[in-house]
């Protein structure tokens, strides 16, 4: 099993192994050193992986900057290397740092978010130029004045520049930066705003929660979150990312149905590098020992949609959300006081069905509810190796009278909100 933790002296030993040792030890003097951001790839007892994130100046404000990260050869390309970047970005939020900037190869630091420094207007000192990309990542949502050129640890640049420290101070040649910052605006086009979306990269956060209307996003951003800024509103579907428990969190309307669910999704999986969707909606009660307001946490979708042909599989496909996620809900449910009921649900293509009894087949079959998205955002949660959950509150019952209004759609599904928010 492997655990990402924080670095102990006993560590130091296996740290050195794998990576360059003097220029860390080095660091741990200095006042940039951050033992929480410090950290190991433990596999049963055994080190790994090494990271490293210690602070720069930038604009006058205390940031960070990814000084190391070396995996083992015999467990490289096994996805260490991730598991290190993303939980230091978790405890970066935690700390209440906004960027984190890392010098290297694009391709590689494009999987964990990271765009061209200039998209926001953060410049590569020049003693770095020669050693790849300049890149950065926002973490945490701020509207200080945060840009300019990063000042180094001394001990960090002492290293780079062979001890001439003082080719820190050359100015950059402003028509380089000129050009940078053209080809940062075409990467941002291309790999960011959408016909549907248009955030740019880094605005939304690694999680989505992801209601069909855009007004309960609307909802969510301004009773749940604490500094929520809209980061679309092309064609009227609201997206929002703010802090909730001082966590960063987007919430964004998916619209009706699976069409209109397969294309945020897909955008925010594959456009925006979003790692989690968590779909919090109305459904139809089928089953009856379900009722009104009741919280259903969606461990499977049943279709009637042919979404599914596009990936050209040899038989039916079972689109299943992810077991963890669904875990950790249903634990929360349970520590909050609130009933839940896992299983399987229905997503159909057809609200108005002209054959009336479509809906009692599935019911036999132990369905609980009926709703139109969860399928899709499995599957493209699936075909992206992204994770998905659908938690749905039963707004009226197919057998039974009664129903929700519209309002209390809008406004009465506080439940599944708070669980769905305690999954961060």
């Known amino acids: 099993m492997i655990v990402i933790r924080k670095e102990r002296t006993t560590d130091h030993n296996a740290v050195r192994e794998i990576t360059d040792f003097r220029l860390i030890e080095s ?96 410049e590569q000192p020049v003693f770095e130029k020669e050693n790849g990309v300049y890149m950065a990542k926002y973490l945490n949502f701020t509207e200080l004045p945060i840009y300019g050129t990063p000042v180094y640890p001394r001990e960090y640049a002492m290293e780079i520049t062979g001890g001439n420290n003082n080719v820190e101070k050359k100015k950059v040649d402003e028509d380089i930066i000129k050009r940078v910052k053209v080809m940062a605006k075409e990467e941002k086009k291309m790999s960011g705003a959408t016909p549907h979306n248009e955030a740019e990269i880094g605005m939304i956060a690694d999680t989505v929660i992801m209601p069909g209307d855009p007004l309960r996003a609307k909802y969510i951003a301004e009773n749940f979150l604490s500094g929520a800024v809209q980061f679309n509103a092309v064609r009227n579907m609201f997206g929002y990312t703010g802090l909730y428990n001082g966590k960063r969190v987007s919430v964004m309307g998916s619209g009706m149905g699976m069409p209109s669910m397969g294309i945020y999704s897909y955008e925010l999986y594959n456009n925006y590098d979003v790692e989690t969707i968590i779909r919090v909606g109305s459904a139809g009660g089928l089953k009856d020992d379900v009722n009104l307001r009741d919280v259903i946490i969606a461990q499977a979708a049943c279709t009637d949609s042919n979404y599914v042909y596009q990936y050209d599989l040899p ?110």
């Open 27 to 122: 660091l741990r003097k200095s006042r940039s050193f951050i033992p929480e951001l410090s950290l190991v790839a433990d596999c049963d007892n055994k080190v790994i992986g090494y990271l490293l994130f210690v602070e720069v100046d930038i604009g006058g404000y205390k940031e960070l900057l990814l000084s190391h990260i070396a995996v083992h050869p015999d467990f490289q390309k096994q996805g260490i290397a991730r598991l290190l970047i993303n939980g230091a970005h978790d405890k970066a939020r935690e700390l209440g740092y906004h960027f984190a900037v890392a010098n290297g190869e694009a391709v590689f630091f494009k999987k964990f978010g990271y765009v061209p420094a200039t998209t926001y207007d953060i």
């Open 315 to 424: 038989g039916s496909y079972s689109p299943i959300g992810d077991f963890e996620l669904i875990l950790r809900a249903a634990e929360v449910a349970e520590k909050e006081g609130k009933k839940v009921r896992v299983g399987n649900v229905a997503s159909t293509d057809i609200f108005y069905n002209r054959y009336p009894d479509v809906n009692k087949k599935w019911a036999s079959m132990g369905v609980l509810c009926i709703e139109m998205e969860t399928a899709a955002l499995y599957m493209n949660a699936a075909a992206a190796g992204k994770k998905a959950l659908s938690i749905l509150t039963i707004s009226d019952h197919l057998f039974k009278e009664g129903e929700l209004s519209s309002k209390e759609r809008e406004t009465g599904f506080n439940d599944m909100i708070k669980i769905a928010l305690e999954l961060l």
